[in-house]
C-alpha cells in the first residue's frame, strides 16, 4: 500500500525557512514524478512544485520560484520542499502527492505552514 507523510510544516515568521519533508512507502520514489500542493483557506489547491526522479527536471510556479527548492534522497524515498524567504501568503495546508501518469493519485494527509507578518 502506497502512503506518503508529510512532516516538517510550522509557525514561522516572514523571511524565515522550513524545510518540509514526505516519506514514502510502498513505492519507488525513483520511478515518480513527486509534487508539491498547497491549499490556503478558502482558496483552490495549487501547484507548487514538482521533481522527475529520473533526469531530475524540477518546476516550479511562479509564486514560488528562486525561494523554494524542491529535492528528493532516493536512498531515504523521502522528496523535501526547502522553502526560504517565507511570505504570509505562503500560509497554507502543504501536501506532498505523486504520479506515474497524468494525474497525481497518491497524497500525503498535509502539513499546516503559517506564515506571520
Known amino acids: 500500500q502506497v502512503q506518503l507523510v508529510e512532516s516538517g510544516g510550522g509557525l514561522v515568521q516572514a523571511g524565515g525557512s522550513l524545510r518540509l519533508s514526505c516519506a514514502a512507502s510502498g513505492l519507488t520514489f525513483s520511478t515518480y514524478v513527486m509534487g508539491w500542493f498547497r491549499q490556503a483557506p478558502g482558496k483552490e489547491r495549487e501547484f507548487v512544485a514538482s521533481?522527475?526522479?529520473?533526469?531530475?527536471?524540477?518546476y516550479y510556479s511562479d509564486s514560488v520560484k528562486g525561494r523554494f527548492a524542491i529535492s528528493g534522497d532516493n536512498a531515504k524515498n523521502t522528496g523535501y520542499l526547502q522553502m526560504n524567504s517565507l511570505k504570509p501568503e505562503d500560509t497554507a495546508v502543504y501536501y506532498c502527492?505523486?504520479?506515474?501518469?497524468?494525474?497525481?493519485?497518491?497524497w500525503g494527509q498535509g502539513t499546516q505552514v503559517t506564515v506571520s507578518s
Open positions: 502527492a505523486v504520479r506515474k501518469g497524468v494525474k497525481y493519485d497518491c
Open positions: 521533481i522527475r526522479w529520473s533526469g531530475g527536471s524540477t
